[in-house]
């Protein structure tokens, strides 16, 4: 690992970062759900002296929140006029809540979006076009994944990758080293086995994995079987391949290497009190490298980050940590539009950012901070470097799939945790509620 970020270098960053576009579930929690009504902030002077106050929303962990925080009581320091009233918490609930907010057209001014969201809200013409944004410093890649029809309606804040974390302390006291090449998916179940072997009965060695959607994608990627769901919305899950997953998951249950399921349902990410990793019950844990921070914020200097097993291909990918769009229902889109333009490009507003949102997409402000990056920061960036290895291109959803991944996928899967559904009831049930998606 010290390799590989001795040899990062700014534009290995961004070409990483380029290699894929945004989006997926695998998402970001919170230690602490909070909402706020506080003053917030800009460093561009703004056009006009008329009174404006922001509505902004994103999900996040505490560092997440802090940071942007003082980036907005920055942004109203230096535009007296322009105030905010951000709400804020973790991931759990956050679409719902926006879901609702914009149905009755009560969306908040800028909206953090996940890319896995993006081509149902511009379907229903909810977002607007952000196009005047200055994105002249991100990747390309990066600024195409936030258009819809030649316009952009989402601006991306971060690079981002998929892989794992985990505990180096445990991993250091059972003596087991990591190779550095990567692992194979058949090695990994190896490895977990002879760890299990060490461990105490109560301890395990990963989160079950059964019901986590993108960890399985990895799989069948790594396979090269492609998306379980097609860019263009159809469904491809290979009976076959999540069969062996879903039985490898069956069997790591019953022999304790990785938790009971009313265990593993408890299990909250960055929760002080119920992160089956922070509370010592678990060493791995699948995760985006923007989050690893996070993690490491809580757990300081216990966490380490490694790249998805593979197969045949690579089960990692790249993309955009997430997007700050405006709502179509706004009274203030020029306002608004500003405030992202300068979140994205200005100096001071990028030190306080720091990677609480991932790699800072702008070219410029990433060379600004690299030289200052602490031990947390490095950790995203080696994620990304591991992951930039056979990096499968990312697909951030197809329109109307949603409800599948975050309802239909968990409930599937709880009840074969659970016992109460056999794994090819499963298939079959997962199939049948396809068809209610499929165009």
């Known amino acids: 690992m010290a390799t590989m970020r001795r040899k990062l270098t700014i534009a290995m960053v961004t070409t990483a970062i380029g290699l894929s576009l945004v989006g997926c579930g695998a998402a970001d929690s919170t230690p602490k759900a909070a909402e706020s009504k506080s003053p917030s902030s800009t460093t561009n002077a703004t056009t006009s002296n008329k009174p404006v106050k ?48 914009a149905a009755a057209k009560n969306a908040p001014d800028i909206i953090q979006m996940d890319a896995a969201w993006l081509a149902d809200w511009n379907a229903r013409g909810q977002l607007a076009d952000i196009s005047s944004v200055n994105e002249k410093d991100v990747d390309p890649k990066l600024v195409e994944a936030g258009k819809y029809k030649d316009k952009q309606t989402a601006v991306p804040l971060g690079g981002n990758a998929w892989g794992l974390i985990y505990d180096k302390g445990s991993l250091d006291k059972l003596g087991i080293k990591l190779p550095a090449e990567g692992i194979t998916w058949d090695a990994f179940f190896t490895l977990a086995k002879d760890i299990k072997s060490k461990l105490d009965k109560d301890h395990y060695v990963i989160g079950d994995f059964a019901r986590n959607r993108d960890m399985y994608t990895s799989y069948q990627l790594s396979k090269g079987k492609g998306y379980p769901i097609t860019p263009d919305g159809k469904f491809n899950f290979d009976k076959d391949t999540w069969l062996a997953w879903m039985k490898m998951a069956e069997d790591f249950r019953t022999a304790g290497i990785i938790p009971p399921a009313d265990v593993s349902v408890s299990d909250v990410d960055l929760d002080p009190k119920q992160d089956l990793m922070l509370t010592g019950k678990i060493i791995f844990k699948a995760a985006h490298a923007a989050q690893a921070s996070s993690w490491d914020s809580l757990k300081p200097g216990s966490i380490g980050v490694y790249a998805m097993p593979k197969d045949k291909q690579g089960g990692s990918w790249l993309k955009a940590t997430f997007f700050f769009s405006v709502s179509q229902d706004s009274q203030n889109k020029e306002e608004a539009k500003k405030f992202i333009d300068w979140f994205i490009n200005n100096p001071e507003a990028g030190e306080i950012s720091g990677t609480t949102r991932g790699v800072p ?40 799939w949603n409800n599948f991944d975050t309802k239909d996928y968990k409930a599937v899967t709880e009840s074969i945790m659970f016992g109460k559904m056999k794994i090819e009831q499963g298939f079959d049930e997962l199939k049948k509620k396809s068809a209610e998606y499929e165009k």
């Not at 994103?58 to 942007?68: F, M």
């Not at 007296?80 to 973790?90: A, Q």
């Not at 060379?367 to 056979?390: E, R, W, Y």
């Open 361 to 400: 997409v702008s070219s410029k402000i990433l060379a600004q901070l690299q030289p200052k990056f602490s031990s947390a920061d490095k950790l995203t960036i080696d994620m990304i470097n591991m992951a930039t290895q056979g990096a499968q291109q990312f697909n951030p959803g197809a329109k109307g």
């Open 54 to 101: 922001l509505r902004i929303m994103w999900w996040g962990s505490q560092p997440r929140h802090d940071a942007t925080l003082k980036m907005l009581d920055l942004y109203t320091k230096n535009n007296p006029n322009v105030t905010f009233e951000p709400e804020y918490s973790g991931f759990d609930g956050y679409i719902d809540k926006l879901t609702t907010q």
